[in-house]
């Protein structure tokens, strides 16, 4: 394509034409003055005209002088014997309208004059005399037929007086012959055709019977070089337009098209052209108007015809150029691509340095190694990729061993490669035949397993984790992120797995798990997370989504290979659960990731025992109600599907009702608040405490309350069933189910609202499909009188389970609010004993301060503790029984004393007493015995206020 685009601005400065860069037909509607010069170029004096012509443009009279010419010169006067000049002032004079029989007699004579052929130096007059005729045509018909005879001369060969000729009159000549492209802009079929058959005859030279005496025919490719140089072909191409409603003529068009094809510059100049339509107008016109069979045998011929005899650096462009627009052909499934053979010639082709069968379309080619056929190697495998979307092309992709050819390039790249190529165009070639096998091969599921591609692609990802060196090149697009590394290799080799794994044919899917896909897919699944714990990037993350579908692909439904999975897997599985949460909007794939091991998940483990049992040690239902606890919707429904699918184990219930979220939160908790978010959007109607409002359709969306009524088959599934598959809901309620209604611990009285309705989620549905019915019976039939009864039950029955539901979500509030309103009376209560509790203390605080400061207050708190300690002693007293003061001598304080006592010595009246020789004799003697010789107290702060408060 840049090849091509480089070219078009060289080719800008065409020579003659007129046409404008946008590739319009303005040109066509008038053609400029400079096309057709009024005089011919300069003639010497023995060939000008002689004077005084007659004024019905009859033959000259000869002169005296020429009476003894020899034969040559009776010759020349012959063919000067019609004055050019007189005919074209004759023909533009438009005074008359009697004119017309004179102006087609004088044409005659012109015909008649040069029927052997025109002579270059009159060619400029000649072509404005096809001007005029064209202009006169739009009046008047009769001119139509010696128009035509006129452009029939002009296929003859010019007849040229000296050797110089060709080259002196080049710019004239290639003016003229741009003129003809010109006239086909004149609204007459019969004209058309009639140029399109003198630019045949530029290639089919016939010399004509007699030459004039002195004149030659020019040489053979005279005309054809004219014609490149004027841009024949480009006029052509764009009068296309003017005659795409007309078969005949457009058949001679492009016949014409085909001749001029066969000269590299009009080839390339045609290509260029169509450059400019394909990417200044819309290319799908473009496409659509090159499909008929006659544009794509052309594009064949001319397309042959370069490849088997172009040689030149030019000429391996311009093919790699056809070869671009014959892919965009093969693109429209209405070109009749397959029909012209150039579909099988291009696939013959893509295929020929790899299979190495003779092929007759291709004989005798032989390839080069040059950039040029590289980039045609890229462009066949391109065009493949693009067949690989026709279904009318598998057959031929399958005949002309298009997967053989492609898995050669399915090994390890240990030297440079097919012949010649370079390392890096050998790596190129390879990555990009990998990746149009993963289009190929669903398509040719047989010949993939006869070719044993399994087995070649297991080989080739087990190289690409090795420790051979390779550096890879990384330069192309698809070896992007490859650079110094197998990643690329590594990419496009799982993505042809991943495209004949999803067929989930069994043939296929046995081959690969009897070779030990399994294990291997697991070491490379190992091998990629860690190369992403260093530096992740997104290749990365999608070799190891398309790894996590091809396990699930091939464990899905079959217990052995989850049992092969199970213990290497799921410890696998356990980091991508964990994955960070911030990396979900990071944009590199990691959600795609997440989705994959989820799916893995719940594939390769669910429904095996091992498997389950192993996940649930690695506290794998934690990791699942954290991911949900996040509330990222996308992730809701699988991992619902998940939990309840894992509930069939024993094991599980007891995981979730462990588990706590953040603020102690519980797995039933966070089932609730998803369901009344689900409500929330689906537009259920709720009152503001979460109660049921509406008892004929308690839990239908707005959609739901919408929708009219609409009779369905009995095989089609209502809207009330189908809203069970489009929300989480079902699978909230299922879940629940399996945790048990009755027992589910930290729930407020909001969620035991909700919880209520969840409850009766089945019944409610029930009813929405009972009342679907009654509403389809009702517009077409009239129900007898027990059939309507009993629809009337079955109506009620519903509503009253909406009462009654409703009644218990108001009996829970109810109990929620006489609960709060006793928790508000103890709080109320509390809070008064703590108040009254602070003004003892204040009270009591401003008593000590009283005393401190009021000596008669003292004395009245001393007299009121002496009484209390009176009243305190027992009336009956043992006479013996010694009395105690309570005062304290040489008390200096105003406060009381404390409990802090200090014992310095023993009485010297019990040392060796009656005590000393008993056993109570080691214990600590009694204060209140009075064993204390002398006391000294400790006197604190806090002891006083005690002290203080005992007394009152």
Request: hydrophobic letters at 40%.
């Amino acid at each position: 394509m840049a090849t091509a685009r480089g070219r078009a601005g060289a080719a800008g400065g065409r020579a003659g034409g007129g046409v404008g860069p946008a590739g319009t037909m303005s040109s066509l509607a008038e053609p400029p003055a400079s096309r057709a010069p009024s005089r011919s170029p300069a003639r010497s004096p023995a060939l000008s005209p002689a004077p005084g012509p007659s004024r019905c443009g009859g033959e000259r009279r000869r002169n005296a002088s020429d009476a003894g010419a020899d034969l040559g010169a009776v010759q020349d006067t012959q063919l000067r014997s019609v004055d050019l000049n007189h005919v074209i002032k004759l023909l533009q004079d438009s005074d008359s309208n009697d004119l017309e029989k004179e102006q087609l007699k004088i044409l005659k004579k012109v015909i008649k004059r040069f029927e052997n052929g025109l002579p270059l130096k009159d060619l400029a007059q000649i072509i404005e005399i096809l001007n005029l005729c064209a202009e006169k045509m739009n009046e008047q018909e009769a001119f139509t037929e010696p128009l035509c005879e006129l452009i029939k001369l002009c296929g003859l060969p010019f007849q040229k007086n000296k050797l110089s000729d060709e080259v002196s009159y080049s710019v004239a000549v290639s003016k003229c012959i741009a003129q003809l492209g010109y006239l086909m802009r004149v609204p007459s079929s019969q004209v058309r055709i009639q140029i399109c058959k003198c630019v045949v005859s530029f290639y089919n030279v016939e010399l004509p019977k007699k030459l004039p005496s002195g004149y030659q025919p020019t040489s053979a490719n005279y005309k054809i070089q004219m014609a490149e140089l004027g841009g024949l072909a480009e006029t052509l191409v764009l009068s296309l337009a003017l005659v795409e409603n007309r078969l005949t003529e457009k058949l001679w068009v492009l016949k014409a098209l085909q001749y001029l094809s066969s000269s590299g510059q009009l080839v390339f100049r045609s290509s260029e052209i169509l450059w400019n339509l394909l990417e200044n107008t819309s290319k799908e016109e473009v496409v659509n108007q090159l499909s008929s069979l006659e544009c794509v045998h052309a594009l064949k011929e001319v397309f042959v015809d370069l490849l088997m005899h172009g040689f030149r650096h030019y000429d391996r462009q311009l093919r790699n150029d056809l070869l671009v627009i014959a892919t965009l052909l093969a693109e429209n499934p209405a070109a009749p691509m397959i029909e012209s053979g150039f579909t099988k010639l291009l696939i013959v082709l893509a295929t020929l340095s790899e299979v190495k069968i003779p092929n007759p379309l291709v004989k005798g080619l032989k390839l080069t190694y040059s950039y040029e056929d590289f980039e045609m190697k890229k462009l066949l495998f391109n065009l493949i990729g693009v067949l690989s979307k026709d279904p009318c092309a598998v057959q031929l992709l399958s005949e002309n061993d298009v997967m053989p050819a492609l898995l050669c390039y399915v090994k390890p790249s240990q030297k440079p490669g097919f012949h010649d190529w370079s390392a890096a165009q050998y790596e190129e070639l390879q990555l990009h035949a990998i990746a149009i096998l993963a289009s190929v091969a669903p398509l040719l599921v047989d010949k993939y397993l006869s070719c044993q591609a399994n087995t070649l692609l297991l080989v080739f990802l087990e190289w690409c984790i090795g420790q051979d060196p390779f550096f890879g090149q990384g330069n192309s697009f698809h070896g992007t992120g490859g650079r110094g590394n197998k990643l690329a290799q590594m990419r496009y080799s799982l993505r042809v797995l991943r495209s004949v794994v999803s067929l989930y044919d069994d043939t296929v899917n046995l081959n690969l798990c009897d070779q030990g896909a399994i294990s291997q897919l697991l070491d490379i699944l190992k091998y990629a997370a860690n190369k992403s714990k260093e530096k992740e990037d997104a290749i990365l993350l999608e070799i190891q989504a398309d790894i996590l579908f091809l396990l699930s692909a091939l464990c899905e439904n079959d217990l052995h290979r989850k049992e092969l999975f199970s213990y290497e897997g799921v410890d696998i599985l356990i980091p991508f659960i964990q994955m960070d949460p911030k990396k979900l909007c990071s944009g590199l794939g990691h959600n795609c990731l997440l989705f994959s091991a989820l799916d893995c998940l719940w594939s390769c483990v669910i429904g095996c025992y091992i498997a389950e049992d192993y996940f649930l040690e690695k506290q794998g239902i934690f990791l699942l109600l954290d991911l949900l606890a996040l509330k990222q919707k996308n992730l809701y429904n699988i991992i619902l599907g998940i939990l309840v699918e894992f509930c069939d184990n024993p094991k599980t219930t007891s995981h979730i009702s462990t588990w706590r979220g953040e603020k102690d939160q519980t797995a039933a908790n966070l089932l609730i608040q998803l369901w009344r978010q689900e409500e929330l959007e689906l537009g259920v109607k709720r009152d503001r405490y979460g109660r049921i409002v509406d008892m004929k359709k308690p839990i239908a969306s707005s959609f739901q309350q919408q929708q009219e009524v609409i009779p369905m088959p009995a095989n089609c599934p209502s809207f009330a069933i189908v809203e069970i598959s489009e929300n989480i809901r079902a699978k909230l309620y299922s879940l629940l189910c399996k945790l048990g209604f009755e027992t589910l611990p930290g729930l407020s009285a909001k969620d035991f609202v909700t919880l209520a309705i969840i409850q009766r989620y089945i019944d409610f549905k029930v009813g929405e499909v009972w009342s679907e019915l009654c509403a389809e019976l009702k517009e077409e039939f009239k129900p007898v009188g027990s059939d309507e009864e009993a629809l009337k039950a079955i109506s009620e029955i519903s509503e009253d389970t909406g009462r009654m539901v409703a009644a218990l979500q108001t009996e829970v509030l109810e109990s929620q609010h006489h609960k709060e309103i006793q928790e508000e009376e103890k709080t109320y209560t509390k809070i008064q004993a703590i108040h009254k509790q602070r003004e003892m203390v204040n009270k009591s605080w401003e008593n000590f301060l009283t005393r401190t400061s009021n000596y008669e207050a003292l004395k009245k708190a001393k007299r009121l503790q002496e009484k209390s300690i009176e009243a305190s002693r027992s009336k009956s007293k043992t006479q013996n029984g010694a009395v105690r003061s309570t005062d304290i001598k040489g008390l200096g304080t105003t406060i009381g004393s404390g409990r802090l006592v200090t014992v310095e010595s023993t009485p010297p009246q019990l040392i060796g007493g009656p005590l000393a020789v008993t056993d109570l004799a080691l214990r600590k003697p009694s204060v209140c015995e009075g064993a204390l010789k002398k006391i000294k107290r400790v006197k604190t702060l806090d002891s006083v206020k005690k002290d203080l408060v005992q007394v009152e």
